[in-house]
């Protein structure tokens, strides 16, 4: 395993020592998180997800939102500062960015918010809307088996927005899911390029409103 990927597999919760604060902008004010070592992008709010936070539409107000590959929480308190009616689900393998998100959403009073790892999340959710800097760095076969996964919970007419670097691929990813999707489910998603910025693309996929729940 080389460094750069060491985050995506570190499992332990991060001691109190290793812990420190990191002030930071979320849904349009100052707020003050926790972060450790052995997670992604422990000392900024990453640029990809800066793009994301700043480009895609506000989320839905009520039900169930997700935040694909969460870390330490940028995305999913940001989902949940903005529609405090939500339920909010943090999904990631690592147990020490979850632990983290979970005190941050604690801290900002941020209620109705699931950290967990893939395989808790119960099987029958259905998400209004998803949000992902996703792990690009596990590689193609892991990345679109969890895009796989995790895409086709979205609700009727719910859309998910993913941030991908151009240079590692967002415009393949966008080609690829665009034909595996519509093997899956025929006529069902649109996927579409939302915007470009900082060398980052941001793609959404959208389920039709009126297609059938799987
Ligand atoms: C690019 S980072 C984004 C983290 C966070 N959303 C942010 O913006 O700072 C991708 C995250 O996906 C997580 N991850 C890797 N494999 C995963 C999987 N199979 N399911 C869910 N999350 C995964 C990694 O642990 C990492 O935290």
């Known amino acids: 395993m080389n460094t750069h990927s060491d985050h995506y597999f570190t499992a332990q919760p991060a001691s109190s020592v290793e812990r420190r604060d990191l002030r930071v902008?979320?849904?349009?004010?100052?707020?003050?998180?926790?972060?450790?070592?052995?997670?992604f992008c422990p000392n900024r709010v990453d640029i990809g997800t800066a793009v994301l936070l700043s480009e895609a539409p506000d989320p839905p107000p009520t039900g169930n939102l997700l935040d694909l590959g969460s870390g330490w929480g940028p995305m999913a308190l940001s989902l949940g500062l903005l529609s405090p009616q939500a339920t909010i689900w943090a999904v990631d393998v690592n147990q020490r960015a979850l632990a983290l998100s979970r005190t941050n959403a604690k801290t900002l009073g941020i209620?109705?918010?699931?950290?967990?790892?893939?395989?808790?999340?119960?099987?029958d959710i259905r998400f209004d809307a998803i949000w992902s800097n996703p792990p690009i760095r596990v590689g193609k076969p892991a990345l679109h088996e969890m895009l796989m996964k995790w895409l086709p919970c979205l609700t009727p007419g719910g859309t998910a927005y993913l941030v991908v670097q151009r240079?590692?691929?967002?415009?393949s990813l966008q080609r690829w899911l665009e034909s595996e999707?519509?093997?899956?489910?025929?006529?069902?998603?649109?996927?579409?390029?939302q915007a470009t910025a900082r060398g980052f693309r941001l793609l959404s996929v959208r389920r039709s409103p009126t297609a059938l729940i799987a």
Request: charged fraction near 15%; avoid cysteine; hydrophobic fraction near 40%.
């Open 25 to 39: 902008h979320l849904a349009g004010r100052e707020v003050v998180v926790v972060t450790a070592p052995g997670i």
């Open 111 to 123: 209620n109705n918010f699931h950290a967990l790892t893939p395989d808790e999340v119960p099987a």
């Open 167 to 171: 240079n590692l691929g967002s415009d």
């Open 181 to 193: 999707l519509e093997v899956s489910e025929p006529n069902v998603f649109t996927v579409s390029r």
